[in-house]
C-alpha cells in the first residue's frame, strides 16, 4: 500500500524555522517527483514546492528564497526547510506525490494522486 508519513512541524514565532519530512513508501518516483502543499482556515490548497525526478524544483512566489525542498533518492524521504518563517505561512502541510501532470518549471498542473496526512505549522507574530 502506498504511505506517505509526515513529521515535523509545530509552532514557531515569526522569523523561525522548522523543518518538515515525509517517508514515501511502496510508490515509484515519476517523472513529476514529490511535493508539498499547504491550506489555511479559508482558502485553497495551494502548491508550495515540488522537486521532480531530474532534480528540477519548483517554489510557489511566497515562499520562494525562504524555504528549500529536498529530497533522498534512497530512503524515498521528502523535505522542506523552512525559514523565516511568517504568521501567512501558518498553515496545515501537505506532503503528494504522483500528480497526473507537471510543467518543465517543474509546477504541478494537475493535482497529485497521493497525499499524507498533513501536519500544522503555526507562526505566530
Known amino acids: 500500500a502506498v504511505q506517505l508519513r509526515e513529521s515535523g512541524g509545530g509552532s514557531v514565532q515569526a522569523g523561525g524555522s522548522l523543518s518538515l519530512s515525509c517517508i514515501i513508501s511502496g510508490l515509484w518516483m515519476s517523472d513529476c517527483g514529490r511535493g508539498w502543499y499547504r491550506q489555511s482556515p479559508g482558502k485553497e490548497r495551494e502548491l508550495v514546492s515540488t522537486?521532480?525526478?531530474?532534480?528540477?524544483?519548483y517554489y510557489a512566489d511566497s515562499v520562494k528564497g525562504r524555504f528549500t525542498i529536498s529530497h533522498d533518492d534512497p530512503s524515498d524521504t521528502l523535505y522542506l526547510q523552512m525559514n523565516s518563517l511568517q504568521a501567512d505561512d501558518t498553515a496545515v502541510y501537505y506532503c503528494?506525490?504522483?500528480?497526473?501532470?507537471?510543467?518543465?518549471?517543474?509546477?504541478?498542473?494537475?493535482?497529485?494522486?497521493?497525499w499524507g496526512q498533513g501536519t500544522q505549522v503555526t507562526v505566530s507574530s
Open positions: 522537486i521532480a525526478k531530474r532534480g528540477t524544483t
Open positions: 503528494a506525490a504522483d500528480p497526473h501532470g507537471c510543467s518543465n518549471d517543474g509546477r504541478w498542473t494537475d493535482p497529485p494522486l497521493y
